[in-house]
C-alpha cells in the first residue's frame, strides 16, 4: 500500500500497489518534463504577477525548476519511484529542493490543464523537429533528381511499363508529396497554438490569473477559449498521428519502390553498404532492410491512431484517466516518421541509380507504343483507330521480337500510309520524352523548371 499521494488526504486507506503500477504513467510521460517545466515556470511567474503568490515564492520557484531541469537535462536525477507521473515526480522534487513555496506552484492549476499543455508543447516542438526532418529528405531527394533529371526510365502503371519519364521527375513526384506531409503537419500545428493553461480542473477558476499572459509567456498564439473545451481536447493529437500515419504511408511507397528496385531482377538502384545489411546464411545477399523496417513501420504509426482514436471514442466531457493514454501513441507516431525521415534521407544519398540499366528499361517493352497513336492522332486519325493502329504494331514486334525502335519505314507504312520518317523521333524513349512538354509533364525542360523551383525552396544544399 502507498498513502503518500498528493491527493490522499480524503483517503484512510493507501492505493494498493498493483493499482500504484497500473496507473502511473512516469515511464511514458518522463519525456515530457521539458515542456512541463517550461510550463510551470510561467505559471508560477504569472501567479507572482498577479499578486496571488509572493514575488519570492515565485521566484523561489523559478530557481527551483531552473536548476531541476539543468540536473535532469544532465542525467543527474533520478524521478522519485512513488510519483504517479511527470507533474507529480517535478512537484515533489522541487519541494524538496525548495520547501513548502514547492507547495504554492499548484495553486489556480490542475493537472488537467498542466497535461493539456504539456501536450501542446510537445507538438509544438515535435512538428518544427519533423518539419526539419522532412526538409532533409526533400534535399536527398532533390540531390539525385538534379543528378538524374536527364536519366530516361520507363514509368510505370500497373507495374507494368507504360511511357518513358525521367527519374528526376520520378524523384519529384515524391518531393511534392512530401511537401503536402510538411504543409499538413503545419497545420495541425497552428490548430494546437493555444494555452489550455488556467482552465485548471475544468471550469477555471476563482483566482484573479492572466491566462493571456501565461499564453504569451509560452509563444502561444493565445489561449483555448472554453475551460472544458480546454481539458477534454484530444483531436490535435489525433490530427498529429493522423498527419504521422499519411507521412508514413508516403515513404512506405518510396521504401517499396527502393526494395524493387535493389532487386536483381530490377538492378535500378544500388543502395550504399553503409545503409544494407547482409545475411548470416546467405554470402551473396545484400539486403535493403533500412527501407523495408520503413515499410514494416508504417504499421507503427497507423496502430498508435487507431489506439488514439479508439481511447477518445465516446468520452464524455471533460477529462477521463482514459486520456493518459494519449501520449504513448503520440510519442510513437511522431518517433517513427522522424526516424524513417532520416533514415530514408541517409539511404539516398548513400544509393547510386544505374542509368544505363533503367535506361535499356525504357527501350524495351513498347513505352513509346502512345507516341504511335499520337502522332497517327496528329496526322488526322481518330485516336481509336490510332490506338488499334499501334496496338497492331505492338504485336508485330512481339511476334519477331523487335523493339519499336528496330523497325523501319516501309515496314510502318504497312500499316499506316501516315508514316513518314519523322515517326523516329517518336519511337526511341530518349526523343520521346522530349515530346512530354506540357506543364508538369516528363520532359528534360521541364524537369530542370521544377529542379530549379525547388532549389529556391529548399536553399543551398
Ligand atoms: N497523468 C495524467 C494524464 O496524463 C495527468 C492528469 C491526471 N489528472 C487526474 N485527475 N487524474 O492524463
Redesign the pocket.
Known amino acids: 500500500m502507498t498513502n503518500s499521494q498528493p491527493w490522499g488526504g480524503r483517503f484512510r486507506e493507501g492505493l494498493a500497489e498493483v493499482a500504484f503500477r497500473f496507473s502511473a504513467?512516469l515511464d511514458v510521460?518522463g519525456r515530457l518534463f521539458h515542456e512541463d517545466i517550461a510550463g510551470s515556470i510561467a505559471h508560477a511567474q504569472m501567479l507572482a504577477d498577479c499578486g496571488i503568490i509572493s514575488a519570492e515564492d515565485g521566484a523561489a520557484i523559478t530557481q527551483g525548476l531552473i536548476a531541476l531541469r539543468a540536473d535532469i537535462e544532465a542525467g543527474r536525477v533520478e524521478f522519485p519511484a512513488d510519483a504517479?507521473?511527470i507533474?507529480m515526480a517535478v512537484e515533489k522534487l522541487l519541494i524538496e529542493r525548495i520547501g513548502p513555496a514547492g507547495g504554492r506552484l499548484h495553486t489556480a492549476r490542475?493537472?488537467?490543464d498542466?497535461?493539456a499543455l504539456d501536450i501542446r508543447l510537445y507538438l509544438r516542438r515535435r512538428a518544427d523537429e519533423i518539419v526539419e526532418s522532412i526538409r532533409q529528405l526533400q534535399r536527398a531527394l532533390l540531390r539525385q533528381a538534379e543528378l538524374h533529371a536527364e536519366t530516361v526510365m520507363p514509368g510505370y502503371t500497373h507495374l507494368q511499363r507504360a511511357q518513358p519519364v525521367l527519374l528526376g521527375h520520378h524523384l519529384l513526384a515524391y518531393l511534392q508529396m512530401l511537401e503536402r506531409d510538411r504543409t499538413r503537419l503545419l497545420d495541425c500545428q497552428r490548430r494546437a497554438d493555444a494555452s489550455p493553461l488556467g482552465a485548471a480542473?475544468l471550469a477555471g477558476t476563482s483566482f484573479p490569473i492572466d491566462r493571456h499572459a501565461v499564453a504569451a509567456n509560452l509563444g502561444f498564439a493565445g489561449i483555448v477559449e472554453n475551460s472544458m473545451d480546454a481539458v477534454s481536447a484530444r483531436d490535435h493529437v489525433m490530427e498529429f498521428v493522423a498527419a504521422c500515419s499519411i507521412g508514413m504511408c508516403n515513404l512506405s511507397r518510396l521504401a517499396e519502390e527502393v526494395i524493387l528496385w535493389a532487386t536483381t531482377e530490377f538492378r535500378f538502384i544500388e543502395i550504399g553498404d553503409a545503409f544494407s545489411t547482409g545475411s548470416s546464411i546467405m554470402p551473396q545477399k545484400k539486403n535493403p532492410d533500412m527501407a523495408e523496417l520503413v515499410r514494416g513501420k508504417t504499421g507503427q504509426a497507423y496502430g498508435a491512431l487507431i489506439s488514439l482514436l479508439t481511447t477518445m471514442k465516446g468520452l464524455p466531457l471533460s477529462?477521463n484517466?482514459d486520456?493518459?493514454e494519449?501520449?504513448r501513441p503520440m510519442f510513437q507516431a511522431a518517433d517513427t516518421w522522424d526516424d524513417s525521415l532520416t533514415i530514408m534521407a541517409g539511404m539516398l544519398d548513400n544509393s547510386t541509380f544505374n542509368a544505363s540499366v533503367m535506361q535499356a528499361a525504357a527501350a524495351g517493352g513498347f513505352s513509346t507504343a502512345t507516341e504511335i497513336a499520337d502522332y497517327l492522332v496528329r496526322c488526322g486519325t481518330p485516336f481509336r483507330d490510332a490506338h488499334g493502329v499501334a496496338g497492331a504494331i505492338v504485336g508485330y514486334c512481339v511476334q519477331r521480337g523487335l523493339t519499336l525502335a528496330e523497325l523501319d519505314l516501309p515496314t510502318l507504312q504497312t500499316f499506316s500510309p501516315a508514316f513518314a520518317s519523322d515517326i523516329f523521333d517518336y519511337l526511341d524513349p530518349n526523343l520521346a520524352v522530349q515530346q512530354r512538354r506540357s506543364a508538369g509533364g516528363a520532359s528534360p525542360q521541364e524537369v530542370a523548371r521544377q529542379v530549379a523551383w525547388w532549389k529556391g525552396e529548399l536553399g543551398s544544399q
Open positions: 504513467s510521460d504517479e507521473d507533474h490542475s493537472r488537467n498542466q497535461v480542473a477529462y484517466r486520456m493518459q494519449d501520449k
